[in-house]
T-cell receptor
Framework: EPEVTQTPSHQVTQMGQEVILRCVPI?????FYWYRQILGQKVEFLVS????????KSEIFDDQFSVERPDGSNFTLKIRSTKLEDSAMYFC????????????FGPGTRLTVT | GDSVTQMEGPVTLSEEAFLTINCTYT??????LFWYVQYPGEGLQLLLK?????DKGSNKGFEATYRKETTSFHLEKGSVQVSDSAVYFC??????????FGTGTSLTVIP
């Protein structure tokens, strides 16, 4: 069964450093998403991406964040100059259709900023 | 704005016990509602969904009914197994693109 994969599973970085979280969505999906979950809090939407551009983003997704689909298979989230409060689990998701259709999630990357 | 409120955990049950995890929502329009499950070390997996009022989603013995009058989508299972131990997330999507999740409820089933 096709699945979304994410690497690395755990990333530790120092405050102020840049990190890139990688995701490989399901191959025939066209809609891509990033979410995050700070420990003990809700899973929060960050950004959606379709047709090689951002289609929607939340207030959390400020200039510190960027997304890219550098090739036909990868979808990345870059965080420039990480802060302590960026420590969270980051989930990638993809969907074959937009709107209210189900999204398929990866296992997550745990980011720890020290 | 749209939001989901989910029953706090953790929940510990004995095998074959009845499970209810409460979920209520606030949404504009007519959302689709979902339950996702996360097993240890894995991603969020869709467990079931309902797209309109009075729909019942079901899968693997789990059920949830979309109740518009009470804005609820409670997850139930008549007889839990040890293999059901996981974290369960209620979610909604109403305007497209983004899902709104609850905080997740951790379930542990003991033999």
């Amino acid at each position: 069964e096709p699945e979304v994969t994410q690497t690395p599973s755990h990333q530790v970085t120092q405050m102020g450093q840049e990190v890139i979280l990688r995701c490989v969505p399901i191959s025939n999906h066209l809609y891509f998403y990033w979410y995050r979950q700070i420990l003990g809090q809700k899973v929060e939407f960050l950004v959606s991406f379709y047709n090689n551009k951002i289609s929607e983003k939340s207030e959390i997704f400020d200039d510190q964040f960027s997304v890219e689909r550098p090739d036909g298979s990868n979808f990345t989230l870059k965080i420039r100059s990480t802060k302590l409060e960026d420590s969270a689990m980051y989930f990638c998701a993809s969907s074959g259709q937009g709107g209210t259709y189900e999204q398929y999630f990866g296992p997550g990357t745990r980011l720890t900023v020290t | 704005g749209d939001s989901v409120t989910q029953m706090e955990g953790p929940v510990t049950l004995s095998e074959e016990a009845f499970l209810t995890i409460n979920c209520t929502y606030t949404a504009t329009g007519y959302p689709s509602l979902f339950w996702y499950v996360q097993y240890p070390g894995e991603g969020l997996q869709l467990l079931l969904k309902a797209t309109k009022a009075d729909d019942k989603g079901s899968n693997k013995g789990f059920e949830a009914t979309y109740r518009k009058e009470t804005t609820s989508f409670h997850l139930e299972k008549g007889s839990v197994q040890v293999s059901d131990s996981a974290v369960y997330f209620c979610a909604l999507s109403s305007t497209g693109n983004q899902f709104y999740f609850g905080t997740g409820t951790s379930l542990t089933v003991i033999p």
